[in-house]
T-cell receptor
Framework: GAVVSQHPSWVICKSGTSVKIECRSLDFQATTMFWYRQFPKQSLMLMATSNEGSKATYEQGVEKDKFLINHASLTLSTLTVTSAHPEDSSFYIC??????????????FGEGSRLTVL | RKEVEQDPGPFNVPEGATVAFNCTYSNSASQSFFWYRQDCRKEPKLLMSVYSSGNEDGRFTAQLNRASQYISLLIRDSKLSDSATYLCVVLNSGYALNFGKGTSLLVTP
C-alpha cells in the first residue's frame, strides 16, 4: 500500500516555541493532504485540508495563524504549531489520498506526531 | 449533535465470541462509509468499506442502512489480536473523512 511518512514522531517543547511537523507521501503524489488532531479518548478531528500550491482550508474553530500549513509540493505538507501552549499538546496525524483516487475512502495516514508542550 | 456517533464501550469479550458495533451518522447526504481500526497510540488503518448491500471480509461483516443512517460491524470468532479501537468513518463531499470517537474492544483469553 501507499506510504505516508510523518516526522517527528515525538516532540517535547517549551511553551511559546514553534514546532514544525512534516508529512511526506513516499510513493505517490497527493494533491490533497489532511491534518487531523486527536486528544486522548477523542475522535480524530479534521483541522485543515491542505491543497498543493494553494492555501489550506481550515475547519471552523481552527486558528489559521496558529496552525500554519504549507503544501509546496505533491509529496510534502508541513504543519507548524506557532507559539505552542500546553493545550496544544495532542496527537497530530496527517493523511493523504493519491491524486488519481479522489473518491476513495482509504486515506493513507502518517504515523502521527505526539506533541507535548511543557 | 456530532456527525458520527458511536458507543465508546469498552466491549470486553472472550476469545471466540461474536461482537457487534453500531454507528449512526447525521448527514443524509453522506456518500461513503468505512470502518477503520486504530491500535493504541497508532495511526488509523482501513479495515473495510461498507456497501449498501452489506459486505463480508473473513470474520468481519459490515452493513449499512441509509434510511436509518446506521452502520454496523460484526466480528465473529474474536481473536486476541482484534483488540483495538474501531472507528466509524463517513465520507462527505469535499473528500474529507469524518471519524466517530471509536468503540474500544478488548478480547480476553
Amino acid at each position: 500500500g501507499a506510504v505516508v511518512s510523518q516526522h517527528p514522531s515525538w516532540v517535547i517543547c517549551k511553551s511559546g516555541t514553534s514546532v514544525k511537523i512534516e508529512c511526506r507521501s513516499l510513493d505517490f503524489q497527493a494533491t490533497t493532504m489532511f491534518w487531523y488532531r486527536q486528544f486522548p479518548k477523542q475522535s480524530l478531528m479534521l483541522m485543515a485540508t491542505s491543497n498543493e500550491g494553494s492555501k489550506a482550508t481550515y475547519e471552523q474553530g481552527v486558528e489559521k495563524d496558529k496552525f500554519l500549513i504549507n503544501h509546496a509540493s505533491l509529496t510534502l505538507s508541513t504543519l507548524t504549531v506557532t507559539s505552542a501552549h500546553p493545550e496544544d499538546s495532542s496527537f497530530y496525524i496527517c493523511s493523504a489520498r493519491p491524486w488519481d483516487m479522489p473518491n476513495t475512502g482509504e486515506l493513507f495516514f502518517g504515523e502521527g506526531s505526539r506533541l507535548t508542550v511543557l | 449533535r456530532k456527525e458520527v456517533e458511536q458507543d465508546p464501550g469498552p466491549f470486553n469479550v472472550p476469545e471466540g465470541a461474536t461482537v457487534a458495533f453500531n454507528c449512526t451518522y447525521s448527514n443524509s447526504a453522506s456518500q461513503s462509509f468505512f470502518w477503520y481500526r486504530q491500535d493504541c497510540r497508532k495511526e488509523p488503518k482501513l479495515l473495510m468499506s461498507v456497501y449498501s448491500s452489506g459486505n463480508e471480509d473473513g470474520r468481519f461483516t459490515a452493513q449499512l442502512n441509509r434510511a436509518s443512517q446506521y452502520i454496523s460491524l460484526l466480528i465473529r470468532d474474536s481473536k486476541l489480536s482484534d483488540s483495538a479501537t474501531y472507528l466509524c468513518v463517513v465520507l462527505n463531499s469535499g473528500y474529507a473523512l469524518n471519524f466517530g470517537k471509536g468503540t474500544s474492544l478488548l478480547v480476553t483469553p
